[in-house]
């Protein structure tokens, strides 16, 4: 009874929450994972939408953020109100992939944009109104195999969720893999509501791989990690930009010590050359994120949701030319303003749209880390 009756409490708080009021306004549907497994993602993302301005475009925003609890059903709960009772011109969320994937399909459905803040992988076509802000999982999968090889590993084994985010994860790190001649040994999966993970890193490091790879997000990446190096594990271990956040270094301790995390850039701004196109932007995102929510508090997660007005400030003026916020005609001159951009600098990169990529970043969106004692470091 307890659990139920936060839910509703905390829509009905989040859902006040509004930058301004105006007659043309541009009203936002936001998201996200508030309570529930993934929760240490959720509200990262949330903070740094709090950074937003108070316009986009010139126009006043109004924000409309509901948990959906980390779950597919509630998301798809949130996203039908947003579009049957307040029209909303944006969707953005979820940071739960599951959660993202359940609402892709309510915006696809209500013919409204939809910016994910997880990198959710659908089929082909399923995608006409899904916008990633996130790296794409093979774009991330592929610095973590160049990193094998040149490591000289040529077997690993996985450990990941059993849910859509482990699968893609999986299904693109297998296939890359392959091509790279590295041979898989072992996988297993585990639940994110799971407490123990212990016959599964047992089975992993049984098969004795050069490297394992955890596919988990968040809190969730310290357990296994802990279970495979208690087990006396000696190889390399690998985590997903799922993991890039201080979590696992906090709730993994002395055991993660030498993991290496696929990031995006505002996990450490600092290392981009001076050349890079999203040095300075992250770096003043970072600074303003932490004198806000306290040093070392920057992720790749808060930048995602930053990010995602960052895209509308870039369309949003390119939309209001043809058509006036909260109808059908300005949701779809705002995809074509999306799919028609020629690079979006955000934090994490820079993002180049089409109407066939709504993934848009490329290599320069990702760096690789190392933990050192307790903090991050680029890795060798």
Do not use: C
Not at 21 to 46: C, D, F, H, K, Y
Not at 55 to 67: F, H, N, Q, S
Not at 295 to 318: C, E, I, K, W
Request: net charge positive; no cysteine.
């Amino acid at each position: 009874m307890k659990k139920k009756s936060i839910r509703p409490l905390v829509a009905a708080v989040l859902s006040t929450l509004a930058f301004g009021a105006a007659q043309a306004e541009i009203t936002i549907g936001v998201s996200l994972p508030l309570t529930g497994p993934a929760s240490g993602l959720g509200i990262p993302t949330r903070n740094g939408i709090s950074l937003w301005p108070d316009t986009i475009g010139g126009e006043k925003v109004r924000l409309i953020i509901l948990d959906d609890a980390s779950d597919a059903t509630q998301s798809v709960k949130n996203g039908r109100r947003f579009i049957t009772e307040d029209k909303v011109d944006v969707i953005v969320g979820s940071t739960a992939t599951p959660a993202s994937i359940a609402l892709s399909v309510v915006a696809a459905e209500g013919q409204t944009v939809q910016i994910s803040t997880s990198p959710v992988d659908l089929p082909e076509g399923k995608d006409a109104w899904t916008f990633r802000v996130a790296q794409s999982t093979p774009l991330m999968a592929s610095a973590l195999i160049e990193h094998m090889k040149k490591s000289g590993i040529k077997s690993y084994a996985y450990l990941g969720y059993s849910d859509a985010y482990g699968e893609t994860w999986l299904k693109s790190f297998d296939a890359l893999a392959a091509k790279a001649g590295l041979a898989s040994l072992a996988t297993e999966r585990f639940a994110r509501s799971d407490t123990s993970v212990t016959a599964q890193a047992l089975k992993v490091t049984m098969a004795q791989p050069d490297a394992i790879l955890i596919g988990a997000s968040g809190s969730g990446s310290a357990m296994p990690h802990k279970a495979i190096v208690e087990r006396g594990y000696k190889g390399k271990i690998y985590q997903t930009h799922g993991a890039a956040s201080r979590d696992l270094i906090r709730l993994g301790g002395k055991e993660v010590d030498g993991a290496i995390v696929v990031a995006g850039l505002a996990v450490m701004p600092e290392s981009l050359p001076a050349a890079h196109p999203s040095k300075k932007l992250a770096t003043e995102f970072v600074e303003r994120y932490e004198q806000q929510f306290g040093a070392g508090t920057r992720n790749q997660f808060s930048a995602h949701g930053y990010d995602a007005q960052l895209l509308l400030q870039a369309a949003v003026p390119v939309a209001l030319k043809k058509a006036k916020p909260g109808t059908p005609e300005f949701r779809a001159a705002l995809k074509e303003a999306l799919e028609n951009s020629k690079g979006v600098t955000i934090t994490q990169g820079v993002i180049r749209y089409s109407a066939k990529d709504h993934w848009g970043l490329e290599d320069n969106a990702r760096v690789l880390l190392t933990i050192d004692k307790g903090d991050w470091k680029l890795a060798n």
